[in-house]
């Protein structure tokens, strides 16, 4: 059955003025048209589905000339062309656009003259809204983000205000979350992304190396290749395309960009050897690209929703997939053959991981538990800990001793490798998108909601440092929880301390607080005396 | 529980409706001549309190003939202080910055003046999702049932249909799908705005064009950080739309305005975010932007929905102008509002039925049986003006009344041995006879019913609680049968065209939900008797809240230690209840009258108005006055002369199609039980019913499980659901089948032991049988011209018989036999 129900809008009224004198273009006339009307079920999206789109996509100037089963334009000839009669069509079960206001004669005359004229093209407007990259940062952000620090100056020490516990508010919000955190193989870098945005973190010094923003969209997930020379950033516009790109971490230059995905991407994984690259899509299929030709090997359409993760095993021999269809998908990676389908969830799978042994594989999602399978035999081995709410990430220690998950209970919550007995829960205080463990297994990191970047230390659960990467002016900020911080000058220069809501001399402040080395320290895990204030 | 299409239906085509058709070409109106007396402004006063208020103005002249006319889209508005308020040229002030401002008005060469007071109109308050998101996103339709608020959602994107749970809303906005529809750090970006602007596609197409008001306000809300629904956020406590009523003549257009009270005593125009529907888009026809249009005329309401709330406008576009409207007696106060509302209106009644009509009308309306031939003669013969009034009193008191009114509360009360076992059936059946035999007042019928509790096989009235079985099913019963009022929609959301929450649906079957239904052990094994008894405890709880208070539509919380019910009951039969009287005579009018002053008869609320608001609350004041006196109400309702017209259209009142003002009486098709009897009646045939002695009459079957194709076909309900449109008058092949083709009827004219048989039998002169054959079906003698064309009928036949049993088939096949006229 076709849509009907899909309405088709208001108004064509406007379309009449618009009617030009000049000969009618595709880009300047057309299209608009089209998008208001035809491309809803005409697009390339459901070229595929006949039930919604008939075979016909609508929604760019060559897939108009190409057609569906027959040309739907005959160029010059407009009383001949599919296109025409289909709006022109008495019975309204028929008529296009289905269940909808019919054309106004005006438009249906502009598409005849555009036929009729030759069925030009145009030149393209300068910028699509819908397809740049970033836009620039809008001047004005007035909410405010505010840090909070345990450190109490001694009575005296900043004016008369009674003492109380330092914060540090930006006007910087809202902030956008941070939904992907990944270290580098050899640990010293973090890689943090949020939307249309890549933070590079040194952890030697807790500075950013590089901010990457030519990426589309909110960047939902981070890989380094084995080696660590790649980094691949999964991105892309929400019902439109998917975007993945690969950059040289030598020089952070692009090395590649590989199109194809219609919906965003929202997870990646390299094979263990480096040479593929799995990535999961909102357009309901997972990809595995050939690293060095850039080309798509494989396209895997087993799942009927949205494809949340992917993930390689250790042997590179298969991969697990998980989607909002409710399953997790156990595939051959070298033929794309399907082995094992991990079902009985009754809602989404957001997160799955594969152990280092390559003997376990973990899921979960909105149903939080963790549901640990074997993928030799496709069995479930066992349900337990989960986070009451949505998990959004589970990943593997690269020993496999611990495992974190990052929930929707605003926590990270750290297992046993080896039988997923619980050990300790991160409370990071917004809910959390990503996770990732050092690959010494000491150090846990946290992207979450509120735009945050927290480190934690693995084995005592203690919050080290706090990350921020701002678009405006690329600011940045590295704050413990202690109150040491290093930041960029723009924001040692904006930001204003508080202490019970009044403020305080921010210089005097700096001047205690702004300690990179101690910053430094911190990320390597020491423990760090509190911030003494002279009189 | 079943969602009836009709209201699915309804639904969708709500849905449409915003969607706006292009207008096809309509009348104008022409404005008022006489001269402009003066400008009234509504509102009369505008008090603004915070950033982004705004209010609508419209402008209303007052003519000397009476006439008003909406001025608004000709009136030119300025402000005498533009840095407090700004007015654009539609009338809408906006707030700018604190102070009083004087918004000046002027309209066909007057002018008038309304102030607004402002107050901390720059203070920074961040876009609230319940009072300002929620509102747009209802008015761009995004959350209507045939978009995302639809069960499944739609292109994987859900929210709660028309807004009832902003909790969800908000979640499903900013976090589902992992965050994907919004960007807070670059709100522009969001798809949120991106598709019903249609930067990216949608499959709903435009619905926010880019920057528009609507836009912006999402666009700000985010830019806010999308602060959530506060736990505490107000609900919408009373809407008002100005003007409520206007009389119009077609062509005539009326800005409507719209003004929300929340819980915590503010106060906004809503406007620009109510949803604007027209009932009946022939008569009337609204704008999104509260616009109305008059077309046709006839009466009709705008319906207005806003936070979950309803109000509606009432459009009258009188049929004719009467300048002297004729003398119409007034037989009693039924007949005084009818004509208050004809004289609006200009339409003009029947004139009175004859004698013969009425007879035969009252017999049925009151008793469901045709009236005998001798009574007919001695009616029409007897001389006295009052015979009328004589002839209902003398209805009323037959034994067939209890026959008959106990069928139809057995259909209101789903009495049916599949559900109540046989012995359940005729004990609840032989309780509703008694209670109409010693005319029980409705009130306590309605109580006695309520707060029933024993065994089903004893205690007739227990039974209403094995027909359903759950305290939702119980509710939702009691709210059809003795409020008139369908909730079922609120069981899993905010009733889409009233005001009933999940809240007040949960707080309903609170009252029956301590109730429990068990075996006995006496019975138990042979006779499945069911025990309906109290438990000490147990509370209702509602999907998204946890456990509620039990409390009435529209009333306080209220407890009972011992029955809950009673507290209900009590509040039901109380002599203020806003439903109960008026359910029951709107009820009982619908059955006499052919048609209820609502309609459908059961589906009273604040968006079906009645066509005669004040007869109705007349009627049920009067039903309440004589305490619920069954026999007083119809015996008012027959009195009256409405009830007594003609049922033939005149010049003065064809223009009502469907007779909704009641200017004539409403043609009606028998029903399956009254034609049943009236077929034995007219032929002399006593038709047997399986498991009931020779004699019963189909009015007289304690449920419809007894077997009968014929009146199966003609419309029996199965009584399966609580609704008067389980009972149908729809015309359908079989029925024409089985009266002229089926041998069910040759074989009831031919009976041995039939009229036809009897009267050849008695030698009666065929002049006599033929009146005698007129007489029993169509309760009228012949006229002259029928008894020669019958009389030669009957002596061309082959045999006299065949000619006297070929006339009672086609006096039996007559649409004035068929129908009650």
Redesign the interface.
């Known amino acids: 059955m076709k849509?009907s129900?899909?309405?088709?809008?208001?108004?064509l009224v406007a379309l009449a003025s618009l009617a030009p004198a000049a000969e009618p273009t595709y880009w300047q006339d057309v299209r608009p048209v089209l998008?208001?009307n035809c491309?809803?079920?005409h697009?390339a999206k459901h070229v595929r589905d006949v039930d919604v789109s008939g075979g016909l996509a609508l929604?760019s100037y060559d897939a108009v000339l190409k057609g569906g089963k027959e040309q739907v334009i005959r160029v010059g000839k407009s009383a001949d062309s599919p296109l025409i009669k289909a709006v022109l069509i008495d019975d309204t079960e028929k008529r296009m656009p289905l269940a909808?206001?019919p054309l106004?004669a005006e438009t249906i005359d502009l598409l005849r003259r555009w036929i009729d004229g030759g069925a030009k093209e145009g030149t393209k407007p300068e910028s699509d809204?819908?397809t740049i990259a970033?836009?620039a940062?809008?001047p004005t952000r007035?909410?405010d983000v505010t840090l909070s620090t345990s450190a109490v100056p001694p009575k005296g020490a900043l004016g008369p205000a009674t003492p109380g516990k330092l914060e540090l508010t930006l006007k910087a919000?809202?902030?956008?979350?941070v939904?992907a955190v990944v270290f580098s193989p050899d640990g010293k870098l973090l890689a943090a992304g949020?939307?249309?945005r890549v933070t590079v973190w040194d952890l030697a010094t807790a500075k950013p190396v590089k901010v990457l923003t030519n990426v589309l969209?909110?960047v939902?997930d981070l890989r380094f290749s084995p080696d660590g020379t790649l980094l691949a950033v999964a991105g892309g516009?929400?019902?439109?395309k998917g975007d993945l790109r690969l950059y040289a971490v030598a020089d952070w230059k692009l090395v590649a960009s590989l199109g194809g995905h219609q919906d965003?991407v929202?997870s990646v994984s390299f094979s263990p050897d480096g040479k593929r690259l799995a990535s999961a899509s909102?357009d309901k299929t997972v990809r595995v690209w050939d690293v060095a030709s850039r080309k798509t090997e494989l396209t895997l359409t087993g799942h009927s929703?949205?494809v949340?993760a992917v993930a390689f095993s250790p042997d590179g021999k298969w991969l697990v997939s998980a989607s909002?269809d409710r399953t997790v998908k156990l595939v051959d990676a070298a033929t794309g053959k399907g082995r094992f389908t991990f079902s009985g969830m009754e809602q989404d799978v957001?997160a799955v991981a594969v152990s280092p042994d390559g003997k376990s594989v973990v899921s979960s999602g909105f149903e939080s538990g963790l549901h640990w399978w074997n993928p030799q035999t496709g069995e479930r081995v066992r349900v337990q800990g989960g986070h009451g709410v949505a998990v959004?990430e589970v990943c593997f220690s690269k020993d496999g001793s611990l495992v974190a998950s990052a929930g929707?209970d605003q926590t990270v919550r750290l297992w046993q490798g080896k039988d997923g007995a619980p050990l300790r829960a991160l409370a990071v205080g917004s809910?959390v998108?990503a996770t990732a463990i050092s690959p010494d297994a000491k150090r846990v990191a946290s992207g979450s909601?509120d735009?945050l970047v927290r480190l934690w230390d693995a084995a005592s659960g203690r919050l080290l440092l706090r990350l921020l990467s701002l678009?405006a002016g690329d600011d940045w900020l590295a704050l413990t929880p202690e109150g040491y911080a290093a930041s960029s000058p723009g924001v040692a220069s904006a930001g204003r301390w508080t202490m019970g809501g009044q403020a305080m001399p921010a210089e005097a402040v700096w001047k205690v607080l702004g300690q990179p080395e101690s910053v430094a320290k911190a990320v390597r895990g020491e423990a760090l005396a509190a911030p003494t204030f002279g009189k | 529980m079943t969602h009836r299409p009709l209201l699915w239906t309804l639904g969708l085509a709500a849905a449409f409706v915003g969607a706006g058709a292009l207008p096809a070409a309509e009348p104008v109106a022409e404005a008022p001549k006489a001269p402009l007396r003066s400008l009234t402004l509504l509102p009369p006063s505008i008090d603004f309190d915070g950033p982004r208020a705004e209010q609508h103005v419209v402008v209303i002249g007052e003519y000397a003939d009476g006439r008003r006319w909406d001025l608004t889209r000709e009136a030119t508005f300025s402000s005498g202080a533009a840095k407090v308020a700004t007015v654009d040229g539609l009338g809408v002030v906006r707030a700018a910055g604190d102070g009083d401002a004087a918004i000046n008005v002027r309209a066909a060469g007057q002018a008038a003046v309304v102030l607004a007071k402002v107050r901390h109109a720059t203070a920074e308050v961040p876009v609230s999702f319940v009072r300002e998101v929620v509102p747009v996103l209802t008015k761009a339709g995004c959350n209507q049932g045939a978009c995302h608020g639809a069960a499944l959602g739609r292109g994987g994107f859900k929210l709660s249909l028309l807004g009832y749970d902003p909790a969800f809303d908000h979640k499903e906005i900013v976090q589902s799908a992992e965050g994907r529809r919004v960007v807070l750090s670059d709100p522009e970006r969001s798809i949120l705005l991106q598709k019903p602007a249609l930067v990216m596609e949608h499959a709903g197409g435009e619905r926010l064009p880019a920057h528009s008001a609507a836009y912006e306000t999402l666009r700000r809300w985010l830019e806010d950080g999308a602060p959530e629904p506060e736990a505490t956020a107000p609900a919408v406590t009373t809407l008002v739309v100005w003007p409520a009523k206007r009389v119009m003549v077609p062509g005539e257009r009326q800005q409507l305005i719209v003004r929300a009270t929340w819980g915590d005593g503010r106060a906004e125009d809503v406007t620009a975010t109510a949803r604007f529907d027209a009932l009946n888009d022939g008569v009337a026809s609204v704008t999104p932007a509260g616009l109305v249009t008059a077309k046709a005329r006839g009466e009709t309401s705008v319906m207005i929905r806003f936070g979950g709330q309803v109000a509606v406008a009432q459009v009258t576009l009188p049929y004719t102008r009467i300048d002297k409207y004729p003398d119409v007696p007034a037989n009693n106060f039924i007949d005084e509002k009818l004509i208050a509302h004809w004289k609006d209106l200009g339409l003009t009644p029947s004139p009175l039925c004859a004698d013969e009509e009425f007879f035969r009308r009252v017999h049925l309306d009151a008793l469901g049986t045709l009236p005998g031939a001798a009574e007919v003669k001695a009616f029409l013969a007897d001389k006295d003006p009052d015979k009328r009034k004589k002839a209902i009193d003398k209805v009323l008191d037959r034994p067939e009344f209890v026959d008959y009114w106990s069928l139809k509360w057995g259909d209101l009360l789903r009495i049916d041995r599949d559900a109540l076992q046989e012995k359940g059936m005729w004990s609840f059946y032989n309780w509703v006879r008694a209670a109409l035999r010693d005319n029980k007042p409705v009130d306590e019928f309605a109580r006695d019913v309520i707060t029933a509790e024993g065994s089903t096989f004893t205690d007739g009235p227990a039974n209403y609680y094995r027909t359903a079985n759950n305290p939702l099913d119980w509710s939702e019963t009691t709210a059809q049968v003795f409020l008139g009022v369908r909730i079922q929609c609120a069981r899993c959301h905010h009733h889409p065209f009233e005001k009933w929450s999940q809240d007040d649906y949960y707080g309903l079957s609170a009252f029956f939900v301590r109730l429990g239904t068990k075996s006995s052990q006496e019975f138990g094994i042979f006779g499945a008797e069911t025990v309906v008894y109290l438990r000490p405890s147990g509370e209702q709880s509602q999907p998204r809240k946890g456990v509620v208070k039990p409390h009435p539509l529209d009333g306080p919380d209220m407890d009972d230690p011992f029955d809950r019910r009673r507290k209900l009951a009590e509040w039901l039969t109380a002599r203020d209840n806003p439903f109960f009287a008026r359910n029951i005579v709107n009820r009982f009018w619908g059955y006499t009258m052919g048609r209820g002053l609502v309609e459908p008869l059961d589906d009273m609320r604040a968006t079906n108005p009645a066509s005669n608001p004040e007869l109705l609350d007349a009627l049920a004041a009067d039903f309440v006055a004589h305490k619920y006196d069954l026999k007083h109400l119809l015996r008012t309702v027959l009195n009256s002369r409405a009830y007594q017209l003609s049922s033939l259209k005149t010049e003065g009142n064809a223009a009502d199609a469907a007779n909704v003002q009641h200017t004539r009486y409403t043609v009606k098709r028998l029903t399956a039980e009254q034609l049943a009897d009236a077929l034995d009646f007219a032929t002399g045939t006593r038709e047997k019913y399986q498991g009931l002695p020779l004699g019963t009459r189909a009015i007289q079957l304690p449920d419809t499980k007894v077997r009968s194709f014929l009146l199966d076909t003609f419309g029996r309900p199965p009584r399966q659901i609580t609704c008067e449109c389980e009972r149908t008058a729809q015309p359908n092949i079989a029925q024409a089948l089985h009266l002229l083709n089926g041998d069910f009827l040759n074989k009831k004219i031919a009976a041995p032991t039939g009229r036809v048989e009897g009267l050849l039998k008695a030698k009666v002169p065929l002049t006599d049988v033929v009146e005698e054959l007129y007489l029993v079906t169509l309760s009228r003698p012949p006229q002259p011209g029928e008894t020669i064309k019958a009389l030669d009928w009957i002596k061309k036949a082959p045999t006299e018989r065949e000619g006297v049993e070929d006339l009672l088939w086609v006096l039996l096949n007559r649409s004035e036999f068929l129908f009650n006229h």
Do not use: E, W
Not at chain 1, 173 to 177: F, R
Not at chain 1, 237 to 240: E, R
């Open positions: 849509p129900l899909y309405l088709v809008g208001i108004a998008r208001k491309t809803a079920c697009n929604d909808a206001t106004t809204p819908s970033t836009s940062p809008r007035k909410l919000g809202p902030l956008a979350p939904a949020s939307y249309g969209g909110a939902n516009q929400p019902s439109a965003v929202f909102f929703d949205f949340y909002k957001l959004h929707g809910v998108y909601f735009g678009p």
